[in-house]
């Protein structure tokens, strides 16, 4: 199976009063504490197949559970969705793939297209927004999990009952993801999909905290 984790990161920050991504947060950008993760992911699932096929055991510990399921047949690849030539750039060094939104006021939706329009060739792909430096690559890597362990089309995080990104969509609602309109996101879908969704929960409620403001009061969506 192939999952394309798609990186939003093409918002105006309109509440923040200019570029939130570019933030400084614990000592770095908001945004790279996400690509980053995305990165980590992605290398422990290389490493993970890698291993897989010369026999040999998994050392990172953070990771024997996954290997026990279903991510020894996973691949991953890291979109960029961004319209801020400064993230663009630091995803290119790292060879990860750029897309440009020019029209990032058309809302999330059109974030969240331009980035599946590329991806269409996976089984399913994974949103992440850029906004939330708090999340762990612990998450990530259960909702991965958990997607794989159950046969529904959707798996979301959640804590506390609340509803929240990373969320992961198999091919069957990319038709419903593409016509998205606005600043309507995935979460329109999960809502009208709660039958078909398995949740990931999560004990960290901080984790699904992202920051609009230059204060650093941290919102949940």
């Known amino acids: 199976m192939k999952i394309a984790m798609i990186m939003l990161a093409a918002g105006n920050s309109r509440r923040f009063g200019g570029n939130k991504l570019l933030y400084e947060v614990d000592g770095m950008p908001m945004y790279r504490h996400i690509l980053d993760l995305l990165m980590e992911v992605e290398n422990e699932v290389k490493n993970i197949l890698k291993q897989n096929k010369e026999g040999n055991p998994v050392e990172d510990e953070t990771v024997i559970e996954l290997n026990r399921g279903c ?5 991953c ?3 960029v969705v961004t319209q801020y030539e400064t993230i663009a ?37 994974l949103f992440t927004v850029s906004d939330q430096p708090w999340l762990s690559k612990e998450t990530i890597c259960r909702l991965i999990e958990v997607f794989l362990n159950s046969e529904r ?36 879908i999960i809502m009208k999909h709660l039958e078909d969704t398995q949740i990931c929960e999560i004990e960290d409620v901080r984790e699904l905290e992202d920051i609009d403001y230059r204060d650093i009061t941290p919102k949940i969506k």
Request: net charge positive.
């Open 71 to 75: 991510l020894k047949n996973i691949t």
């Open 77 to 79: 690849n890291i979109t």
């Open 89 to 125: 750039e630091m995803a290119i060094e790292n060879q990860i793939q750029v897309l440009y939104n020019h029209h990032p006021e058309k809302g999330i939706s059109s974030t969240i297209q331009i980035g599946l329009n590329a991806n269409l060739d996976a089984d399913a792909v």
């Open 153 to 188: 089309g959707i798996a979301s995080v959640s804590c506390q009952g609340k509803l929240g990104n990373p969320c992961i969509f198999r091919k069957k609602y990319f038709n419903e993801l593409l016509a998205l309109e606005g600043d309507k996101g995935g979460k329109k």
